[in-house]
């Protein structure tokens, strides 16, 4: 595709219930991030993937939260047992080269996940 | 953790002025790149320096690093209304994988 697609563009969660966040990245790029962006914040790292490996998830904050890319490309966020805490945009972001290099990382418009 | 750290938290001039905002990070980097962030939209790669290099131009855009300093700047010529907007560095570590953002600068041009 154009860009990076991101699904729901909006979730609202009830405590306790499992999301599942959905990135379907540039057809292409090998490299897929996930950040979680609270409000007035930058962006923090959450994992990420070369093709179907998840090579880095130190940013996940807590086991409730689980990435997968199966097939090396769409990419689910899942959060189980939702908290209040977890209320924030999520952003998924693709990358053609290694660290960005030919073109930076191109981000999604984000899900917005509110937990109430 | 947040790596970079941008200065101003908050920029506010008149259309036409130039805007300049500074950016602090800890450790060694591949390299640096800023984004840019509409209010409520996803982020948009501005430009990316290396750790090489010392100074980099795009259209209104310049960009300095100095890694003796760790310290990076973005420079907006003739700024327009259109710029409005949030501005992060992002440097990138963590063996050339991990691009880690600071708090922003919110940049606001008054016509």
């Known amino acids: 595709g154009a860009g990076v697609s991101q699904s729901p563009r909006y979730k609202v969660a009830k405590r306790g219930q499992d999301v599942a966040l959905r990135c379907d990245p540039i057809?292409?790029?090998?490299?897929l991030f996930w950040y979680q962006q609270a409000l007035g914040q930058g962006p923090e790292f959450l994992t990420y993937?070369?093709?179907?490996?998840?090579?880095?998830k130190s940013g996940l904050p807590s086991d409730r939260f689980f990435a997968e890319r199966p097939e090396g490309s769409v990419s689910t966020l899942k959060i189980q047992r939702t908290q209040q805490e977890d209320s924030a945009v999520y952003l998924c972001?693709?990358?053609?080269?290694?660290?960005?290099?030919?073109?930076?990382?191109?981000f999604g418009s984000g899900t917005r996940l509110t937990v109430v | 953790s947040q790596q970079g750290e941008e200065d101003p938290q908050a920029l506010s001039i008149q259309e036409g002025e130039n805007a300049t905002m500074n950016c602090s990070y800890k450790?060694?980097?591949?390299?640096l790149q800023w984004y840019r962030q509409n209010s409520g939209r996803g982020l948009v790669h501005l430009i990316l320096?290396?750790?090489?290099?010392r100074e980099k131009h795009s259209g209104r855009l310049r960009v300095t690093l100095d890694t003796s300093k760790k310290s990076s700047s973005l420079l907006i010529t003739a700024s327009r209304a259109a710029d409005t907007a949030s501005y992060f560095c992002a440097p990138l570590t963590g063996g050339g994988n991990k691009l880690t953002f600071g708090t922003g600068t919110q940049l606001k041009v008054e016509l």
């Open positions: 320096i290396r750790s090489n290099e």
């Open positions: 972001a693709s990358s053609l080269a290694l660290g960005g290099e030919m073109a930076g990382y191109t």
């Open positions: 450790t060694s980097i591949n390299n």
């Open positions: 993937f070369q093709n179907e490996a998840q090579l880095d």
């Open positions: 057809s292409g790029h090998v490299s």
